[in-house]
């Protein structure tokens, strides 16, 4: 389960991808420099909790060019990869490729607004997840000239694509992902309204009215039971800590992440807690609603490699 990128920010300057994508592995702490101007303890060496995210690069295996139209944007012609990974086809049917078949761009330049990557995942880099067949969504490439992003899209067509291409240490991200699911919970544990006395008729745990007689149905404002989790939530302003590509920079913690295991693959610190369970797919994409300016860098001086087993 994989969440949906519904909206991009528009941002100027050279033609890079906006969102990367990775598997959640679970969380640790360390000791840094706190970087926040107005903290009570700017500039002091504090503890923080932190997300580990391995990061393996993604693959490039189309280009979608899209045209505007009365009701939004339209897919106008899809290009594909000459050469696409057999666990790839899992996903999508085998492409043949069509006689007379161009090389070229498959629309006219004149009647394109937007291109878009069109990127896979490599579960097979990552031992902490179980399915290897690869997760497939899109990227859009950034930059106000729509000739220099054709040729970004282009370039990078059948290539890697890493996440230092999309951000690196001290920048913000918004992450994406699907909650934790908890199934059908009741009144309490759903929207936390208080118990009802302990003399209270019948029950204690759901609410005491269901709302006046007028208006004389039930209005959605009131708390229900209902499904708790498995929904789609952004995290805004998220800050990449750190980012490693060295396999021998080991962030293994002792025994393990519980319910994933080792990194083996590159990785990236994210400040504070994300949405989603373990090995969980979540995705990150350049801010929104940036505010606070970024960092040239971010001074840690110790990550946490103790146990997360318990006692």
């Known amino acids: 389960m994989q969440g949906d990128i519904r909206s991009w920010p528009e941002l100027d300057g050279s033609p890079k991808i906006q969102a990367f994508a990775g598997y959640k592995v679970g969380m640790t702490h360390i000791e840094m ?36 139209t009365d009701e939004g944007l339209r897919t106008l012609s899809e290009k594909w990869a000459e050469t696409l990974g057999k666990d790839l086809l899992r996903r999508i049917p085998k492409r ?3 006689e007379g078949e161009e090389k070229s761009l498959p629309v006219s330049p004149d ?6 990557l069109i990127v896979s995942t490599n579960p097979d880099l990552v031992t902490g997840v179980p399915s290897k067949t690869p997760d497939i969504f899109e990227v859009r490439i950034s930059g106000s000239d729509l000739q220099s992003r054709l040729k970004y899209a282009e370039e990078h067509l059948g290539k890697e694509v890493k996440f230092s291409d999309f951000s690196k240490p001290g920048n913000f991200v918004d992450v994406i992902g699907v909650t934790k699911g908890k199934g059908f919970q009741g009144h309490i544990k759903r929207f936390g309204v208080k118990l009802l006395p302990t003399k209270n008729r019948k029950h204690r745990r759901m609410i005491g009215t269901l709302g006046p007689w007028h208006p004389d149905w039930v209005r959605n404002t009131v708390p229900q039971a209902g499904q708790v989790g498995f929904h789609q939530r952004t995290f805004h302003n998220i800050r990449v800590l750190k980012y490693s590509t060295e396999k021998d920079e080991d962030i293994n913690v002792k025994g393990g992440f519980p319910q994933y295991g080792l990194v083996r693959s590159e990785y990236v610190l994210l400040h504070g807690s994300v949405p989603g369970a373990s090995k969980r797919l979540i ?24 146990s997360k087993q318990g006692d």
């Open 96 to 98: 043949t490729k069509k």
């Open 111 to 116: 009647s394109l607004s937007d291109v878009r």
């Open 33 to 68: 420099t706190d970087y926040r101007k107005f903290s009570v303890t700017a500039g002091q060496s504090i503890a923080s909790a932190v997300t580990v995210v391995e990061v393996p690069p993604l693959n490039v295996v189309g280009i979608r060019y899209y045209g505007e």
């Open 283 to 306: 995705k990150m994409r350049d801010p929104a609603r940036q505010k606070t300016p970024s960092l040239e860098s971010v001074t840690i001086s110790y990550v946490s490699k103790e």
